[in-house]
């Protein structure tokens, strides 16, 4: 048996809601902390220090799975960090260049 429009209607108003709700509150919480000290030495080092233990954190798990090919995962980190600094810190060149000089060195070798 197919739901019937009002009740439809009612589930999405209700995921409405909550979506907006949990989407809004940490804004409205955060908003008497902007001028913090805090807050403002966290949105300076959180954004470098998360890409740090994701890098940490992917290199250690391909060193394990890799074998023998350990510095291909390496080489193309260094590809990623000299393109992104080199093109005035576009993610997206970086990340493809990255991405596009791991997938050689692995099909090349």
Do not use: K, Q
């Given at each position: 048996m197919t739901p019937s429009l009002p009740y439809l209607l009612a589930i999405l108003a209700?995921?409405?809601v909550i979506d907006f709700t949990l989407r809004a509150l940490p804004f409205k919480i955060l908003e008497p902390l902007r001028d913090s000290r805090?807050?403002?030495?966290?949105?300076?080092?959180?954004p470098p220090g998360i890409m740090l233990i994701l890098v940490l954190s992917t290199l250690t798990h391909n060193a394990h799975t890799a074998g023998d090919h350990w510095w291909v995962a390496l080489a193309?980190?260094?590809v990623t960090?000299?393109?992104?600094?080199l093109s005035g810190r576009k993610l997206l060149w970086s990340v493809g260049?990255?991405?596009?000089?791991?997938?050689?060195?692995?099909?090349?070798l």
């Open positions: 209700i995921v409405f805090f807050v403002e030495d966290m949105a300076v080092w959180m193309a980190t260094g960090v000299a393109v992104h600094l260049a990255g991405t596009l000089a791991y997938i050689a060195l692995l099909n090349w």
